[in-house]
């Protein structure tokens, strides 16, 4: 989906929002990383306050995948780091979508890669590798399922069941 915004996608395409086929996340996440806009087919992973998970899924080749984390919107640690975000860089992944928090935030500022996370904060969290793979979550008011397809630019995340050709 080169050079066509979320904006344009939800334009050009009411028949599947109103089918849910296309949904849109409500507007809670801040913007990170260096690139801006991203998207590619979704890996999902739950998890509260523990990111022993999260360094095992971008050790894998990202092969342009996101990945999407429901940490819970929990505001009390960071479920994701500067060093798991450079090896997500260098290891092909297109984004990271934290319902949570990160810390390192001018590490990963510096990182060729899309991260979209509810805040920052200083604490890290547990490593106990406590949570739930590739399990649907429901994140900022959107069901999202591993295997669909997130868009994502300034103005916003979009969520499809397949891979869109504009």
């Given amino acids: 989906m080169a050079l066509v915004t979320t904006a344009e996608v939800c334009d050009s395409n009411p028949q599947l929002i109103v089918s849910g086929e296309l949904r849109a996340l409500q507007p ?4 990170y990383g260096r690139r801006q806009v991203f998207s590619g ?10 990111n022993g998970l999260v360094r095992s899924f971008l050790e894998e080749k990202g092969n342009g995948r996101v990945l999407v984390i429901d940490g819970g919107g929990s505001l009390r640690c960071a479920v994701l780091g500067g060093n798991p975000v450079v090896q997500a860089q260098n290891n092909g992944w297109a984004g990271i979508v934290v319902n949570g928090c990160i810390r390192d935030v001018d590490e990963i500022n510096g990182c060729d890669i899309g991260v979209r996370a509810l805040s920052s904060h200083p604490m890290k969290a547990n490593k106990k590798g406590i949570g739930e793979k590739h399990v649907p979550i429901t994140i900022a008011g959107t069901r999202i399922c591993d295997g669909e397809w997130l868009y994502a630019d300034t103005d916003g995340i979009l969520v499809s069941r397949t891979e869109l050709s504009v």
């Fill in 28 to 31: 809670i996440f801040q913007i």
């Fill in 41 to 50: 087919p979704i890996v999902t992973l739950k998890l509260f306050e523990d």
